[in-house]
């Protein structure tokens, strides 16, 4: 399994690295400080099976970053690529711009482990 983690903080990218060892998932793990560099990651690397984003960074933002995935078709084995945002934004206004936007499961911080492997669950298994 491949995951594609994309944050402005790099602490942040640690610690869902290991909430998702934590949560039993073993996958090689990309990482991207925005959403740009993600772009770049996804070209040079290829499909991934899961792609964990946050919402606000400089440059190019999550959603900006979802829309340009979601236009390029970006797909592993054919099938469409599961994103989940994580994000301190979590009003009914954003999570409806996120699911627009092509985010399939939006997380608003902090999020645990347990929180983290449940919509991983759901995500890769439907």
């Known amino acids: 399994m491949r995951i594609l983690v994309v944050d402005d903080s790099?602490?942040?990218r640690m610690m869902h690295a290991?909430?998702?060892r934590q949560a039993g998932y073993q996958a090689e793990l990309l990482e991207a400080g925005?959403?740009?560099e993600a772009l770049q990651v996804l070209e040079g690397a290829g499909p991934v099976?899961?792609?964990i984003c946050d919402w606000n960074m400089p440059g190019m933002d999550g959603l900006e970053f979802v829309r340009a995935v979601r236009a390029r078709g970006q797909a592993a084995?054919?099938?469409r690529v599961p994103?989940?945002?994580i994000t301190s934004q979590g009003t009914q206004e954003q999570?409806?711009?996120a699911k627009e936007a092509g985010v399939d499961t939006l997380l608003v911080k902090p999020v645990t482990p347990e929180a983290?492997?449940?919509s991983l669950e759901m995500l890769l298994n439907s």
């Open 49 to 51: 099976d899961l792609i």
């Open 116 to 118: 983290l492997a449940v």
């Open 77 to 79: 084995g054919g099938r």
């Open 18 to 20: 290991r909430s998702l």
């Open 34 to 36: 925005d959403g740009a």
């Open 83 to 85: 994103i989940l945002m």
């Open 95 to 97: 999570v409806t711009r």
């Open 10 to 12: 790099k602490m942040m």
